[in-house]
């Protein structure tokens, strides 16, 4: 098992994450693709070259990167399909170029709209013909199965009545239906019933998991819940291919990084 952290944990500075991330000790990184760099904006041009030049970089610091995490959308990306299949496109070429096989997507960047997926999964799921998918999404599928690129997609709920992605069984129904994989951000899940039902439903399905705690009602800190040791034997039975810790971008989230990543490797080792 790797463990590796998401590149905008500590950096929203792609290159300065990098380096922060090899001066911590690890050997592995998710890539959080930022809006800054890739530039996709008004002219549609985006800013290939900037990865290019990460993709050298990553390599002369003896980093790989086991997973990229979709662009974070704008609200005119969300109001055009055109620029969802485009970014989804980029983000597929983009993982293959930085080594990985894992793009990490959320509802957003697959789906028209949260309502139309509410109501989908509502009714039944035969197959991928019924589900709200963005205009054009086939094309782009049939390019990331050619990179040889898995889309693993996250569990997620954006409002406390609506919950998308974050419930074990819809999710499973979806990823049937996608034929896709789960990247399972593991706190989100403990209440969406509980861990062990996402594990037994899709223990082959989860091939990344997203690991950070929840301190005062703030999301986001570097996972060292005791509770981590009863979670990780769980999770041990699923495919997952990285453990990708995800605290927030803050001094203090940082501070405790390194004691994470050991005590996350020490957990997984045992």
């Known amino acids: 098992m790797e463990i590796a952290i998401n590149s905008g944990s500590l950096s929203f500075d792609t290159p300065t994450a990098v380096a922060q991330a090899k001066g911590l000790g690890f050997t592995a990184l998710e890539i959080n693709l930022q809006q800054d760099e890739l530039r996709y904006d008004f002219h549609r041009q985006p800013n290939l070259a900037f990865y290019d030049v990460l993709a050298q970089e990553i390599k002369l610091r003896g980093i790989h990167v086991v997973s990229v995490h979709n662009l974070f959308l704008n609200s005119a990306q969300v109001f055009s399909h055109q620029a969802r299949r485009e970014i989804l496109s980029l983000a597929g070429r983009l993982t293959a170029r930085l080594g990985a096989r894992i793009l990490v997507v959320h509802p957003a960047d697959l789906f028209t709209s949260e309502e ?79 861990l062990s039902r996402w594990v037994e439903l899709m223990s ?10 929840q301190v005062e009602g703030q999301e986001h800190h570097p996972p060292l819940d005791p509770a981590w040791r009863e979670r990780i034997a769980l999770l041990k039975q699923t495919a997952a291919q990285a453990c990708v810790i995800e605290p927030s971008a803050t001094p203090l989230a940082q501070g405790n990084i390194r004691a994470s990543s050991n005590y996350i490797a020490q957990l997984w080792n045992s």
Request: aromatic letters at 2%; a negative charge.
């Open 116 to 194: 139309a997926l509410t109501r989908c999964l509502s009714g039944d799921i035969g197959g991928r013909e019924d589900l709200p998918l963005i205009a054009g999404f086939d094309q782009v599928r049939a390019e990331l199965d050619e990179l040889e690129v898995s889309l693993a997609l996250e569990n997620v709920n954006h409002w406390r009545d609506t919950l998308l992605t974050n419930q074990a069984d819809s999710m499973l129904r979806l990823t049937d239906a996608l034929e896709c994989q789960v990247t399972l951000d593991v706190r989100r899940s403990l209440n969406r019933p509980n």
């Open 204 to 213: 082959e399905r989860i091939v990344l998991l997203h690991l950070h705690d």
